[in-house]
Each structure stands twice: as structure tokens, then as C-alpha cells.
């Protein structure tokens, strides 16, 4: 079935894999409806509830720290377990007492969810977690809280990257993670076609990616591994923006190696276009940005097995990569303007190798615009285009624009749920659905932004490290500057 598996490491990732759930639940059709194309199996497993009744849950680990998962219970009402059921029974048999810890209030959109009344709207100031805007249950062993950090602390803050490695080791030694949360979900795939993974690199989560991605490479070397790299781009002081630029180069050099492709994105990015209005302070709303190009760009790899242009992960990334070790991919996302009934004038003509991208804006980390000039070659490239067009049947055609770049074309809009902010404008919220493409490209621009990093970070990191880790960039920028040779260095134009 060319199953996905998903990892989710931290608060920033679960944002945006919520969203990102979300909109693969509403892609479910029942009795009178039109089949979705959307083949459910690859994301979603089969199971039974405590009560025998069959469930279709999300293929996922959701990691997060205590306190992360705000009104989240890890056994929701399909694996609910009666209080009166002894869980120490056979495990302990002498006095024993219970100490519960006060649950979160739960939102009003969750109560109205689970009550299946009309929900009442979602705002930046009632959504405090992720999983306030949820509207999928999970399987209890999705959740894994880690405990020995938490939450927003200032007094054990979860930041170095270090951190993140030494706890990763820590709990792998005493619990074997592959073990007691990765493998079961591979050993019920039919044909594992990969893994996503989202995770914040720019801080603990970073190393705690590394050294699990480490891990899965070991066992499951041959399958594709997506890594989206989300980073904090809200402005913060010098000292943390040198720790978190140190956090971005390491993960890079340890991740980038390992994963099939690395995509690099910042949340929130730093120019956005007119018609799309976000608030930079609300994780809601950002996520949602992020998880639109995430969930576009993934589309073809989970389309049901009839279509003739579905396309596995190994497929979209062999395109990109072309036999080169070139992994680092530039996303950019496209938004119709409901107002204008466009994309600003974007022609898909003027979108190949050495032109500019009207219509899109850059989610790389570091502004990549002053690239798009035609200076940036751009060695391959990958677009997915979903419009909106309720007359055309849904389907998923493919273009093959030049031999280093193709598009897929989807007549599946985004959908506009009401746990979806309204960030496109409320003419795209009336109609629920929005016609939007994004791209990844592999392309020469990213040899200056590694570049620019190497400058910066040469003073966050002790002596014992810099010569490895500027070693390491220096040769992952080089790998971006082969075949092509411009009057300018592209690390001076950041």
C-alpha cells in the first residue's frame, strides 16, 4: 500500500502536522459522495477500539514535551479505559495510591466537536495548543509525552541542541525507542514507502532528530526519509540567535546527510504578499502556512493506486535529486488571490531553471528573493498545482514543463476547514477551498545561504567543534556551487 509513517518532534511540528491531519481526514467521502483520490491507507491504519468497533487512525508519533499536549488525552473515546480498571493489577500488589494532576480546560471547538454541535469559531486567543484545533483521534501509542522536560521552562529550558542529542541517548538506552515506538507502526505496513519528519532544527529537537534519524537509518536504510526543517523566524536577541543559528548548522551537517531530502522552512517566513495575512504572534496561524506547502508538495505520494500519475516519494525525490548527492531543497509556496481571481500575473512559463517565480514567496529560512533574479541556476525543480475548479473531475495530471523540472496538476483545492485560520482572505473561507501550488527546487542559492552561515556561526561554537562543523558546511556548499560558475560569489549577495 505504500504506507508513510510520520514523526512529529516538538510544539512547532505538531502545529503543523495538525493541520497537516486535519486536512487528510477531511478528504474521507462516504455513501452519495465522489471517491476522493486520496488513497487513505498510505497515511492512515486500521485498528479496533476498546469496544471492538473499527477504527482508521493517523499513521504518526507524536512527540512533545510534559505539558505540550495541552487538553490531549492520551486515551481518547475510541481506546477509552474504564476507571475502575486496575492498571497495577499483577504489577503490585500491595497499598498503592492515585494522584491526578488537574486536566486543562478544554476548549469550546473541542466540546462542540465531540458533542457534534455547530462549533464555535477558533481565535488567536483561544488556540494555546496544538491540540485545541484538532479534529482527529489518535492512537494511544501515537502519544509520547517526554517527561523529563517541560514545557516553556525557564528553569530547565529544552534549547541546545545538545540537549536534545544527550536525551534521545539517554532514553534510547534505557527504553530502545525504534523498539517501543517506530517499529510497530513499520511492521504493519504492507510496503513502507517512507518517512516525513517534522521537526524543529534550530533547537534540542534538532539533536534529538539527528540521532533518531541515525537510528532509523540503521534499520531502514533504503527507505526514503523526508526531513522538514522548521526554524523560529521571529526576532529574538543576539545570544539566542547565535545559539539557534549554531542549532541550524548542526542539524544540517548531521540530518541533511542522512535524510532523502531536506527541506528547510521558517516559521513565520519573513515576507509574505499582501493577500495573505498572518499573525506572526500565533503559531495557529503560521503552522498553517507552512503546513499548506508542506501538504500540497506530499500530495502525489498518497493518491490511490488507480491513478497512472501517482508518485512515491523515491519518484519526486529521484526528479529532484537526479543522481546527485544535492538534498537540500528550497520551498516556496503560491496562494490564489481570491480577489483578484489569480496569482498576481504568475505564469507557469516564466517558473523554470535561471527565471524568476512570480506568484510564489521563498519559506527557506534566509530570504532567498535577492537569488530570484535569474542569477540562481536552478538545477531541478518540483511543482505541484492545486486548483479549484468544482467543474473538472478530480484527477491529478503530470507536466513535464523541461527535463529538469515537472509540475503535478490537481483538481483538489485546499480545503478550508473551521479549524483553519483565515489567513487567504475571507472570500477563499466562503467558498472553503483554495487553489494554491508549491515547489521544491534544488538549486544554487543554497550554497550561499550555508555560506552566509558559516560566517555567523564561527563565533557560537568552541574550538573543539568549528573546524568540523565549518569543514562540514564548506563541503555541502560546495556540492551547490558544481556546474555553475557566476561573476559573483553567492555568498555576498545575503
Not at 534505557?174 to 517512507?194: M, W
Request: hydrophobic share 35%; aromatic share 8%; net charge negative.
Amino acid at each position: 500500500m505504500h504506507e508513510i509513517i510520520t514523526l512529529q518532534l516538538g510544539q512547532r511540528s505538531n502545529y503543523v502536522a495538525t493541520h497537516f491531519w486535519n486536512a487528510q481526514e477531511s478528504y474521507f467521502t462516504y455513501a452519495g459522495e465522489e471517491e476522493s483520490i486520496v488513497d487513505h491507507d498510505v497515511h492512515f491504519r486500521a485498528g479496533l477500539g476498546v469496544d471492538g468497533v473499527e477504527t482508521f487512525t493517523p499513521r504518526t508519533l507524536i512527540y512533545d514535551l510534559k505539558g505540550g499536549f495541552g487538553s490531549l488525552r492520551k486515551f481518547n473515546a475510541l481506546y477509552e479505559i474504564d476507571e475502575g480498571h486496575d492498571l497495577l493489577s499483577g504489577l503490585w500488589d500491595g497499598p498503592s495510591s492515585v494522584q491526578h494532576q488537574s486536566p486543562l480546560e478544554r476548549p469550546p471547538y473541542q466540546i462542540d466537536l465531540e458533542q457534534g454541535l455547530p462549533r464555535r469559531p477558533l481565535t488567536t486567543g483561544t488556540v494555546r495548543y496544538w491540540s485545541d484545533f484538532n479534529r482527529v483521534f489518535y492512537h494511544p501509542k501515537s502519544i509520547v509525552q517526554i517527561n523529563e522536560y517541560e514545557l516553556n521552562s525557564r528553569i530547565m529550558p529544552f534549547e541546545d541542541w545538545s540537549a536534545g542529542e544527550e536525551l534521545f541517548n539517554s532514553l534510547n538506552k534505557e527504553h530502545d525507542l525504534l523498539d517501543r515506538d517506530f517499529r510497530s507502526f513499520a511492521e504493519e505496513c504492507d510496503l513502507l514507502q517512507g518517512v516525513q519528519m517534522l521537526t524543529g532544527v534550530d533547537d534540542a529537537w534538532g539533536g534529538f532528530a539527528a540521532r533518531y534519524l541515525d537510528h532509523i537509518r540503521d534499520e531502514f536504510g533504503k527507505s526514503s526519509v523526508w526531513v522538514w526543517a522548521l526554524e523560529d523566524g521571529h526576532s529574538t536577541s543576539t545570544r539566542n540567535q547565535m545559539r539557534k543559528g549554531a542549532s541550524s548548522a548542526r542539524s544540517i551537517l548531521n540530518i541533511s546527510s542522512q535524510a532523502s531530502l531536506y527541506v528547510p522552512m521558517v516559521d513565520p517566513p519573513a515576507t509574505l504578499p499582501r493577500h495573505v495575512q498572518v499573525d506572526a504572534s500565533s503559531e495557529w496561524h503560521t503552522s498553517a502556512l507552512l503546513s499548506t506547502a508542506m501538504e500540497t508538495m506530499t500530495l502525489p505520494s498518497h493518491l490511490k493506486s488507480w491513478n497512472s500519475s501517482r508518485a512515491t516519494m523515491n519518484t519526486m525525490e529521484d526528479m529532484l535529486r537526479r543522481n546527485e548527492s544535492r538534498n537540500i531543497a528550497v520551498a516556496r509556496l503560491g496562494v490564489e488571490d481570491a480577489m483578484e481571481n489569480g496569482f498576481h500575473h504568475d505564469d507557469t512559463t516564466t517558473s523554470g531553471p535561471h527565471k524568476a517565480r512570480p506568484g510564489y514567496f521563498s519559506l527557506y529560512p534566509t530570504d532567498t528573493s535577492a537569488r530570484d533574479d535569474g542569477s540562481s541556476q536552478v538545477f531541478s525543480e518540483l511543482e505541484v498545482r492545486r486548483q479549484d475548479a468544482a467543474d473538472i473531475q478530480s484527477s491529478v495530471t503530470i507536466e513535464a514543463r523541461t527535463s529538469q523540472a515537472q509540475s503535478y496538476v490537481a483538481s483538489l483545492p485546499v480545503p478550508l476547514l473551521d479549524s483553519f485560520p483565515t489567513i487567504y482572505g475571507s472570500r477563499s473561507r466562503e467558498s472553503n477551498r483554495l487553489a494554491a501550488r508549491a515547489s521544491l527546487s534544488i538549486e544554487s542559492s543554497v550554497a550561499g545561504q550555508i555560506s552566509h552561515m558559516q560566517r555567523r556561526i564561527g563565533r557560537a561554537v568552541g574550538l573543539d567543534e568549528r573546524e568540523m562543523l565549518l569543514d562540514g558546511l564548506g563541503d555541502i556548499a560546495e556540492a551547490y556551487r558544481e556546474g555553475w560558475s557566476g561573476d559573483t560569489d553567492s555568498g555576498d549577495d545575503l
